[in-house]
């Protein structure tokens, strides 16, 4: 595998429902993003990690929770979403966090929450 | 505050004509990067080109150039002889120094939906 890989790229769950996506990057990045795209609205940050390292939660709410056990896997927990949380959620990595370096992203999930 | 503007929702052009999406970004930083990804129907951002606000030169790359002009703060890209598999996505990002221990914040603009018909 190579560069950015999530799993999976199609989820549809229910709005009691748990379930997590998956981030692997394979650049030897340190820094990991997850950001929500809904249909016609700009891409939104979410959280930041850097060296494993949460820096950044764009006041997401609580039904949404990062994990980052290593430089290289980064998780989204989902739980109790709305239906307004339909959209795709793109991760992302980039060599370190803060110094503006291009961020490379992965395919994305496609969520659909009933 | 910091901004991207893509004034151009949808583009559709007819095969091997040139092509300019349009960039319009608003900061108060004197230090700041600007980006263009392309996103195709797959959902993947591919990177296209990264450019510090210090180089003003414009930048080609194959069929595509970047026209970057501080003094009316726009970004503009260029596909020449666009083809069909130019259709995509394509947004626009700017990122600005980030708070000190922060991180950057990468602000997109809302996409410009580039149709190439054969």
């Known amino acids: 595998e190579t560069g950015v890989t999530q799993t999976p790229r199609h989820l549809v769950m229910g709005m009691t429902n748990k379930k997590s996506l998956k981030c692997e990057q394979h650049?030897?990045?340190?820094?990991m993003y997850w950001y929500k795209q809904s249909a016609k609205k700009p891409l939104e940050l979410m959280f930041v990690?850097?060296?494993?390292?949460?820096?950044e939660n764009n006041s997401v709410p609580s039904r949404f929770s990062p994990e980052c056990p290593n430089s290289s896997h980064l998780f989204l927990h989902l739980h109790t979403l709305q239906p307004e949380d339909s959209a795709l959620y793109l991760c992302?990595?980039?060599?370190?966090?803060?110094?503006?370096?291009?961020?490379?992203f992965g395919p994305g999930t496609r969520l659909t929450v009933l | 505050a910091q901004k991207v503007t893509q004034a151009q929702t949808e583009i559709s052009v007819v095969e091997k004509e040139d092509v300019t999406l349009d960039c319009v970004y608003e900061?108060?930083?004197?230090?700041?990067?600007l980006f263009w990804y392309k996103q195709p129907p797959s959902g993947e951002l591919v990177f296209l080109i990264r450019?510090?606000?210090?180089?003003?030169q414009n930048e080609i790359s194959g069929r595509y150039s970047w026209n970057f002009q501080k003094s009316t703060s726009s970004f503009n890209f260029t596909i020449t002889a666009s083809q069909v598999v130019d259709s995509a996505v394509y947004f626009c990002?700017?990122?600005?120094?980030?708070?000190?221990?922060?991180?950057?914040?990468?602000?997109f603009g809302k996409g410009t939906k580039l149709t190439v018909n054969p």
């Open positions: 992302a990595s980039s060599p370190i966090s803060g110094t503006r370096d291009t961020q490379y």
């Open positions: 650049l030897g990045h340190n820094a």
């Open positions: 990690y850097n060296f494993k390292e949460q820096t």
């Open positions: 900061t108060r930083d004197t230090t700041y990067y």
């Open positions: 450019r510090n606000s210090f180089d003003e």
């Open positions: 990002a700017l990122s600005e120094a980030p708070p000190q221990g922060g991180s950057e914040k990468l602000v």
